[in-house]
């Protein structure tokens, strides 16, 4: 089946520095749909980036990512670390066969401290 | 005001016993979701449900039973709880089930403990 495989456990930053967390997926099938989510403590998790197009960047609250088919991978990048980005970032692919199931796989999340 | 509501917020339960976790949105979806997460596993799907009916089952154990009494209710019963069963349980809806490139919409979660 599908597998998502992300930056493990946690990583810490001091702020200002730049934020990249890798995800990489496996599928059987050709179109891939890519999401990010983002959970803060004590709050649900909600989408913060996703992605269906081969080698588009697509960008929200300053964090960006590319899905690049090719080495399916789409890692999360942030130019600048902020303290308010320490969260829970899961990544997770949406399965497709053919409509008959609808379902996301996500990756064990990493967690993000940024520290002062 | 909250979106999806998950009722309880935490719960303790006992082996053996059975409890049910509520569910409600009030975003207007058609879509339902039922996801577990244990420690150090990630979120793991369950049920998928659209316009009150089963569209998909991923979970091997019987002991789980969703139950969708109106379009925007989708509980969790469990029965003959087991300590693995601990974990934290996310409901989700989206506008419609099936497509494969909807922002899903996440409750708080249901963290359940079972000594």
């Known amino acids: 089946g599908d597998s998502v495989t992300q930056t493990e456990g946690l990583v810490t930053l001091t702020e200002g520095l730049p934020v990249m967390l890798n995800c990489t997926y496996q599928?059987?099938?050709?179109?891939?749909?890519l999401f990010w989510y983002v959970h803060y403590l004590n709050e649900s998790p909600w989408l913060l980036l996703r992605?269906?197009?081969?080698?588009k960047r697509t960008e929200h609250q300053g964090f960006h990512a590319t899905l690049h088919k090719s080495s399916s991978s789409f890692h999360l990048q942030k130019s600048s670390a902020q303290l308010s980005d320490s969260a829970l970032y899961y990544c997770?692919?949406?399965?497709?066969?053919?409509?008959?199931?609808?379902?996301?796989?996500f990756g064990k999340g990493t967690l993000l401290t940024v520290t002062p | 005001d909250p979106k999806i509501i998950q009722k309880p917020k935490y719960l303790v339960a006992v082996t053996g016993s059975e409890k049910i976790l509520i569910c409600e949105q009030y975003?207007?979806?058609?879509?339902m979701y039922w996801y577990r997460q244990s420690a150090k596993k990630p979120l793991e799907f369950m049920f998928s449900?659209?316009?009150?009916?089963?569209?998909d089952n991923q979970t091997a154990s019987s002991r789980f039973q969703p139950q969708s009494s109106k379009k925007n209710h989708l509980d969790l019963q469990i029965t003959a709880l087991k300590p693995d069963d601990s974990a934290t349980y996310f409901c989700?809806?989206?506008?419609?089930?099936?497509?494969?490139?909807?922002?899903?919409?996440f409750g708080p979660g249901t963290r359940l403990t079972v000594l």
């Open positions: 989700a809806s989206s506008p419609h089930w099936g497509g494969n490139y909807a922002e899903q919409f």
């Open positions: 599928t059987i099938y050709s179109n891939a749909f």
């Open positions: 992605s269906s197009t081969d080698n």
């Open positions: 997770a692919l949406s399965e497709t066969s053919g409509g008959s199931n609808y379902k996301l796989t």
């Open positions: 975003l207007g979806h058609n879509a």
């Open positions: 449900y659209s316009y009150q009916k089963l569209m």
